[in-house]
């Protein structure tokens, strides 16, 4: 089975825009998490999407939103975009939810000027 | 604050010798997991432990858990060069209904060849 996959894999971005990523499961998964990577706060939980609903969302300000495709594809949107939101987004996938082994994509370096 | 915190954050071996690294964590959970990263790529799966399971082998990963001390402990024998890597530890705990799965800061391994 082809992994985990997230695009675009580097994106530079100017304070105040907003940016989408998209984060492609593991055929046949159904849950999709995101999380952001950072050296100051480690690995955070963005939240979970499963069937096209948000199951878990972490404690992130609304700026950050999700969706969920009918093929379970993922994509995360951030808005008003501010210098501490540069980090390495992780998309991970798993069977059935996030309690169980998940598969992480290569990640996508945001950094916002 | 972190769920789980790993313990040491840095640890240099030589190829050959074991590595221990703990993860202490502060509610209680569902199960603890393993993951590996290479540097700025995603995260591996190495290892699930549940809740009432005390100790877990594979290869040459050896995962302890001690429920009544929230801790757990990660041993990886015979070491190489290839398991320089962050070593993180992520637990489920469930808060009001959702669920946040939270990873630690990690241990970053370097294994001298």
């Known amino acids: 089975k082809a992994g985990v996959t997230q695009t675009p894999r580097y994106l530079i971005k100017t304070r105040g825009q907003q940016v989408t990523l998209s984060c492609s499961p593991i055929?046949?998964?159904?849950?999709v998490s995101w999380y952001q990577q950072t050296p100051g706060q480690g690995l955070q939980f963005l939240f979970e999407?499963?069937?096209?609903?948000?199951?878990n969302k972490g404690n992130f300000p609304g700026r950050f939103s999700g969706r969920q495709f009918s093929n379970s594809r993922s994509e995360m949107n951030v808005s008003t975009l501010e210098l501490g939101d540069s980090a390495l987004y992780l998309c991970?996938?798993?069977?059935?939810?996030?309690?169980?082994?998940?598969?992480f994509g290569p990640g996508t370096r945001l950094t916002v000027l | 604050s972190q769920q789980g915190e790993e313990d040491p954050q840095a640890l240099s071996i030589q190829e050959g010798e074991n590595a221990t690294m703990n993860c202490s964590y502060k509610?209680?959970?569902?199960?603890l997991q393993w993951y590996r990263q290479n540097s700025g790529r995603g995260l591996v799966h190495l290892i699930l432990?549940?809740?009432?399971?005390r100790e877990k082998h594979s290869g040459r990963l050896r995962v302890t858990l001690d429920t009544s001390k929230k801790s757990s402990s990660l041993l990886i024998t015979a070491s190489r060069a290839a398991d320089t890597a962050s070593y993180f530890c992520?637990?489920?705990?469930?808060?009001?209904?959702?669920?946040?799965?939270?990873f630690g800061r990690g241990t970053s391994l370097i294994v001298h060849p």
């Open positions: 509610t209680s959970i569902n199960n």
């Open positions: 992520a637990t489920a705990s469930s808060t009001g209904g959702s669920y946040i799965p939270t």
């Open positions: 999407y499963f069937s096209e609903t948000q199951r």
């Open positions: 991970a996938s798993s069977s059935q939810n996030s309690y169980n082994e998940q598969f």
């Open positions: 055929s046949g998964h159904r849950s």
């Open positions: 432990i549940r809740s009432n399971e």
